[in-house]
Protein backbone atom coordinates (compact mmCIF):
# COMPACT_ATOMS: atom_id res chain seq x y z
CA UNK A 1 0.00 0.00 0.00
CA UNK A 2 0.99 3.10 -0.46
CA UNK A 3 1.43 5.50 2.86
CA UNK A 4 0.88 9.15 2.48
CA UNK A 5 2.92 11.35 4.77
CA UNK A 6 2.46 15.23 5.84
CA UNK A 7 3.92 17.68 7.07
CA UNK A 8 4.56 19.92 9.61
CA UNK A 9 1.87 17.67 11.25
CA UNK A 10 0.35 21.15 13.15
CA UNK A 11 1.70 24.61 12.66
CA UNK A 12 0.17 27.89 14.31
CA UNK A 13 -0.28 30.89 11.95
CA UNK A 14 -1.56 34.47 11.77
CA UNK A 15 -4.70 35.75 9.64
CA UNK A 16 -3.15 36.95 6.35
CA UNK A 17 0.26 34.52 6.42
CA UNK A 18 1.21 32.07 3.50
CA UNK A 19 0.66 28.76 4.91
CA UNK A 20 2.57 25.84 2.39
CA UNK A 21 1.41 22.01 3.83
CA UNK A 22 3.72 19.14 2.06
CA UNK A 23 2.24 16.06 1.27
CA UNK A 24 4.52 13.03 0.61
CA UNK A 25 3.72 9.83 -1.14
CA UNK A 26 5.98 6.09 -0.53
CA UNK A 27 5.63 6.01 -4.28
CA UNK A 28 4.65 7.69 -7.04
CA UNK A 29 1.40 8.57 -7.76
CA UNK A 30 1.82 11.23 -10.73
CA UNK A 31 -0.73 13.80 -10.34
CA UNK A 32 -3.59 11.45 -8.40
CA UNK A 33 -3.11 13.83 -5.18
CA UNK A 34 -6.27 15.67 -3.53
CA UNK A 35 -6.76 18.08 -0.97
CA UNK A 36 -9.30 18.59 1.83
CA UNK A 37 -10.34 20.63 4.10
CA UNK A 38 -12.38 19.69 7.90
CA UNK A 39 -13.38 21.58 10.63
CA UNK A 40 -14.23 20.42 14.07
CA UNK A 41 -17.70 18.07 13.86
CA UNK A 42 -17.96 18.75 10.15
CA UNK A 43 -17.82 16.42 7.02
CA UNK A 44 -14.32 16.99 4.83
CA UNK A 45 -14.43 19.51 2.10
CA UNK A 46 -12.98 18.60 -1.06
CA UNK A 47 -10.56 22.31 -2.00
CA UNK A 48 -8.24 20.90 -5.10
CA UNK A 49 -8.34 17.43 -6.91
CA UNK A 50 -5.79 16.04 -9.27
CA UNK A 51 -2.65 17.75 -7.66
CA UNK A 52 -3.30 21.69 -8.46
CA UNK A 53 -7.25 21.64 -9.88
CA UNK A 54 -8.81 24.22 -7.79
CA UNK A 55 -12.58 22.55 -6.92
CA UNK A 56 -15.73 24.89 -7.86
CA UNK A 57 -16.80 27.16 -5.04
CA UNK A 58 -13.45 26.90 -3.31
CA UNK A 59 -11.28 30.51 -2.81
CA UNK A 60 -8.39 31.12 -5.04
CA UNK A 61 -6.51 31.55 -2.10
CA UNK A 62 -6.09 27.89 -1.96
CA UNK A 63 -3.70 26.41 -4.73
CA UNK A 64 -2.09 22.92 -5.17
CA UNK A 65 1.07 21.87 -7.03
CA UNK A 66 3.59 19.08 -7.29
CA UNK A 67 3.50 15.39 -9.29
CA UNK A 68 5.29 12.12 -8.94
CA UNK A 69 5.65 11.92 -4.86
CA UNK A 70 5.70 15.67 -3.51
CA UNK A 71 2.87 17.49 -3.21
CA UNK A 72 2.18 20.90 -1.59
CA UNK A 73 -0.89 23.10 -0.53
CA UNK A 74 -0.76 27.34 -0.53
CA UNK A 75 -2.68 29.00 1.70
CA UNK A 76 -1.80 32.70 0.41
CA UNK A 77 -3.28 34.75 2.68
CA UNK A 78 -4.57 32.95 5.82
CA UNK A 79 -8.36 33.73 6.83
CA UNK A 80 -9.94 33.18 10.25
CA UNK A 81 -12.28 30.62 7.93
CA UNK A 82 -9.44 28.68 7.51
CA UNK A 83 -8.52 27.56 10.47
CA UNK A 84 -9.03 23.61 10.35
CA UNK A 85 -7.29 20.13 9.06
CA UNK A 86 -5.98 19.70 6.02
CA UNK A 87 -5.94 16.16 4.95
CA UNK A 88 -4.23 14.75 1.61
CA UNK A 89 -5.85 11.87 -0.21
CA UNK A 90 -4.20 9.74 -2.74
CA UNK A 91 -6.51 7.85 -5.66
CA UNK A 92 -3.80 5.39 -7.08
CA UNK A 93 -4.39 3.02 -4.26
CA UNK A 94 -6.99 5.45 -1.92
CA UNK A 95 -5.58 6.57 1.04
CA UNK A 96 -5.39 9.87 3.20
CA UNK A 97 -2.37 11.16 4.61
CA UNK A 98 -2.60 11.77 8.69
CA UNK A 99 -3.55 15.75 8.92
CA UNK A 100 -1.99 18.78 9.31
CA UNK A 101 -3.82 21.27 11.80
CA UNK A 102 -3.65 24.78 11.07
CA UNK A 103 -4.74 27.27 14.25
CA UNK A 104 -4.86 30.61 15.18
CA UNK A 105 -1.32 31.82 16.47
CA UNK B 1 -28.94 19.43 -5.30
CA UNK B 2 -26.62 16.80 -4.18
CA UNK B 3 -26.88 15.35 -0.73
CA UNK B 4 -25.63 12.16 1.02
CA UNK B 5 -27.37 11.11 4.35
CA UNK B 6 -25.93 8.20 6.31
CA UNK B 7 -28.64 5.94 8.70
CA UNK B 8 -27.48 3.14 10.86
CA UNK B 9 -27.34 2.00 14.30
CA UNK B 10 -25.39 4.41 16.95
CA UNK B 11 -24.43 1.93 19.12
CA UNK B 12 -22.98 -1.79 18.15
CA UNK B 13 -22.05 -4.79 20.28
CA UNK B 14 -18.27 -6.45 20.30
CA UNK B 15 -18.63 -9.03 17.66
CA UNK B 16 -21.45 -7.73 15.58
CA UNK B 17 -22.21 -7.16 12.19
CA UNK B 18 -22.57 -3.51 11.64
CA UNK B 19 -24.85 -2.20 8.75
CA UNK B 20 -25.01 1.44 7.35
CA UNK B 21 -27.23 2.56 4.78
CA UNK B 22 -26.54 5.92 2.30
CA UNK B 23 -29.04 7.60 0.63
CA UNK B 24 -28.32 9.96 -2.29
CA UNK B 25 -30.23 12.08 -3.68
CA UNK B 26 -29.44 15.05 -6.73
CA UNK B 27 -27.72 11.74 -8.69
CA UNK B 28 -27.90 8.12 -10.03
CA UNK B 29 -25.98 5.86 -8.32
CA UNK B 30 -25.48 4.58 -12.77
CA UNK B 31 -24.00 7.90 -13.30
CA UNK B 32 -21.36 7.15 -15.32
CA UNK B 33 -17.65 8.02 -13.38
CA UNK B 34 -19.40 8.76 -10.07
CA UNK B 35 -19.58 6.20 -7.18
CA UNK B 36 -20.01 6.24 -3.60
CA UNK B 37 -17.46 5.71 -0.89
CA UNK B 38 -17.51 5.25 2.36
CA UNK B 39 -14.88 6.79 4.86
CA UNK B 40 -14.12 6.65 8.58
CA UNK B 41 -12.40 8.44 11.00
CA UNK B 42 -12.20 7.80 14.79
CA UNK B 43 -12.63 10.61 17.08
CA UNK B 44 -9.21 12.93 17.14
CA UNK B 45 -8.03 10.84 14.37
CA UNK B 46 -7.50 10.66 10.93
CA UNK B 47 -9.91 9.76 7.91
CA UNK B 48 -9.34 6.01 6.46
CA UNK B 49 -10.88 4.88 3.37
CA UNK B 50 -13.01 1.81 3.88
CA UNK B 51 -14.74 0.89 0.04
CA UNK B 52 -16.01 2.31 -3.38
CA UNK B 53 -18.58 0.83 -5.43
CA UNK B 54 -18.69 2.40 -8.92
CA UNK B 55 -21.27 3.03 -11.24
CA UNK B 56 -20.46 -0.54 -13.27
CA UNK B 57 -21.21 -2.36 -9.89
CA UNK B 58 -17.17 -3.05 -9.85
CA UNK B 59 -16.61 -3.05 -5.73
CA UNK B 60 -13.12 -1.95 -4.01
CA UNK B 61 -11.78 -2.69 -0.97
CA UNK B 62 -9.66 -1.26 1.57
CA UNK B 63 -6.92 -4.18 1.77
CA UNK B 64 -6.62 -4.17 5.49
CA UNK B 65 -10.05 -4.32 5.86
CA UNK B 66 -11.53 -6.61 3.16
CA UNK B 67 -12.26 -9.42 4.69
CA UNK B 68 -14.56 -7.79 6.60
CA UNK B 69 -16.30 -5.34 4.16
CA UNK B 70 -19.20 -5.69 1.80
CA UNK B 71 -20.62 -2.84 -0.21
CA UNK B 72 -23.36 -3.06 -2.17
CA UNK B 73 -26.06 -0.61 -3.90
CA UNK B 74 -29.91 -0.02 -5.28
CA UNK B 75 -30.06 1.66 -7.73
CA UNK B 76 -33.66 2.42 -8.08
CA UNK B 77 -33.95 3.31 -4.05
CA UNK B 78 -30.47 5.51 -4.36
CA UNK B 79 -29.20 3.54 -1.33
CA UNK B 80 -25.74 2.07 -0.64
CA UNK B 81 -24.97 -0.11 1.95
CA UNK B 82 -22.13 -1.10 3.83
CA UNK B 83 -21.79 -3.81 6.10
CA UNK B 84 -18.87 -4.83 8.21
CA UNK B 85 -18.48 -7.79 10.38
CA UNK B 86 -17.37 -9.20 13.85
CA UNK B 87 -17.28 -5.34 15.00
CA UNK B 88 -14.47 -4.33 17.70
CA UNK B 89 -14.20 -1.08 20.03
CA UNK B 90 -11.32 0.30 17.89
CA UNK B 91 -13.96 0.14 15.31
CA UNK B 92 -15.91 3.12 16.81
CA UNK B 93 -16.06 6.24 14.19
CA UNK B 94 -17.84 8.33 12.79
CA UNK B 95 -18.80 6.59 9.19
CA UNK B 96 -18.90 8.82 6.33
CA UNK B 97 -20.54 7.82 2.65
CA UNK B 98 -19.39 10.55 0.05
CA UNK B 99 -19.70 10.92 -3.62
CA UNK B 100 -16.44 10.06 -5.65
CA UNK B 101 -16.05 11.32 -9.01
CA UNK B 102 -13.42 9.16 -10.90
CA UNK B 103 -11.33 9.36 -14.38
CA UNK B 104 -8.72 7.62 -15.61
CA UNK B 105 -7.41 7.10 -12.12
CA UNK B 106 -7.77 9.49 -10.28
CA UNK B 107 -10.69 9.47 -7.59
CA UNK B 108 -11.58 12.24 -5.54
CA UNK B 109 -14.62 13.14 -3.13
CA UNK B 110 -16.58 15.85 -4.07
CA UNK B 111 -20.10 15.88 -1.68
CA UNK B 112 -19.93 14.48 1.71
CA UNK B 113 -22.62 13.15 3.90
CA UNK B 114 -22.54 14.33 7.76
CA UNK B 115 -21.36 11.60 9.08
CA UNK B 116 -22.76 8.88 11.59
CA UNK B 117 -20.70 7.94 15.17
CA UNK B 118 -20.96 4.62 15.51
CA UNK B 119 -19.72 3.33 18.98
CA UNK B 120 -18.79 -0.09 19.07
CA UNK B 121 -19.18 -1.34 23.58
CA UNK B 122 -20.82 -4.50 25.25
Redesign the interface.
Known sequence: ?IQMTQSPSSLSASVGDRVTITCRASQSI???L?W?Q?KPGK????LI??ASSL?SGVPSRFSGSGSGTDFTLTISSLQPEDFATY?C?Q??S??????TKVDIK | QVTLKESGPVLVKPTETLTLTCTVSGFSLSNARMGVSW?RQPPGK????LA?IFSNDEK?Y??SLKSRLTISKDTSKSQVVLTMTNMDPVDTATY?C?RM??SY??????Y????TLVTVSS
Open positions: DSSYNYQAPKLYAQYQSYTSFGPG | IALEWHSSTYARYGLYYFDWGQG
